[in-house]
């Protein structure tokens, strides 16, 4: 099993200005991803953290905005750059310790971000 | 992505039996049925999975219909505890991460 801890738990931001969350992860992982949980809503996958190189992101979401950056095997950080209101939800990390369909992927407890 | 269908919320008595369906009727023959859950303000952990067996662990059961294209996740006696978001997802390592649906919100009454 893997241990997933995230820095900040939560913040309070104001528009126009950026934040970045830190996740490590207490074991060396395969995969790393990103995804936020907005206000009542189901997770929606960012990216993934790709050891070395750029990010993959998902559809509707770009670099610019969500830049992130995985220096090694057990730790990734998501900077949301720009804030607006409409970035207010909760960021987590996930890691993922191999590559079968049968691999559990683990989560941290999230970050609940508010941008006023 | 093959998509799966689950009611949006449940209720259950303390002590009973809970049976979570879910319906993927365009599965494929490589994709793991998953089940997580997420309690409040946490992220979500897993449950169970299986491939085309039911399955049994400490944390519940999970019943695979012959044909794939439903399945049943089974608390044998739900606790307070366990009210919680559940998701049921499809996975094979070809796509190599969760892409959850809207789950099923479990209330859990006294």
């Known amino acids: 099993s893997a241990v997933i801890s995230q820095k900040p738990s939560r913040d309070i931001c104001q528009r126009g200005t950026s934040l970045t969350i830190q996740c490590q992860v207490d074991s060396q992982v395969t995969m790393m991803f990103w995804y936020r949980q907005q206000p009542g809503q189901s997770l929606t996958l960012i990216a993934t953290?790709?050891?070395?190189?750029?990010?993959?992101?998902e559809s509707g979401f770009v670099i610019d905005k969500f830049p992130i950056s995985r220096p090694n095997l057990t730790f990734s950080t998501l900077t949301v750059s720009n804030m607006s209101p409409e970035d207010s939800s909760i960021y987590l990390c996930?890691?993922?310790?191999?590559?079968?369909?049968?691999?559990?992927?683990?989560f941290g407890p999230g970050t609940r971000l508010t941008v006023l | 992505d093959a998509k799966t269908t689950q009611p949006n919320s449940m209720e259950s008595n303390e002590e009973e039996p809970v049976h979570l369906p879910c319906n993927h009727s365009t599965i494929s023959g490589t994709d793991y049925i998953h089940w997580y859950r997420q309690l409040p303000s946490q992220g979500p952990e897993y449950v169970i999975h299986g491939l085309t067996s039911n399955v049994n662990n400490r944390m519940a059961s999970l019943a695979i219909a012959e044909d794939r294209k439903s399945s049943t996740l089974i608390l044998h006696r739900a606790t307070l505890r366990d009210a919680a978001v559940y998701y049921c997802i499809l996975y094979n390592n070809a796509g190599n991460m969760l892409t959850f649906g809207g789950g099923t919100r479990l209330m859990v009454k006294p």
């Open positions: 953290a790709n050891q070395g190189s750029e990010a993959t992101y």
């Open positions: 996930s890691a993922l310790g191999g590559a079968s369909s049968t691999d559990t992927q683990y």
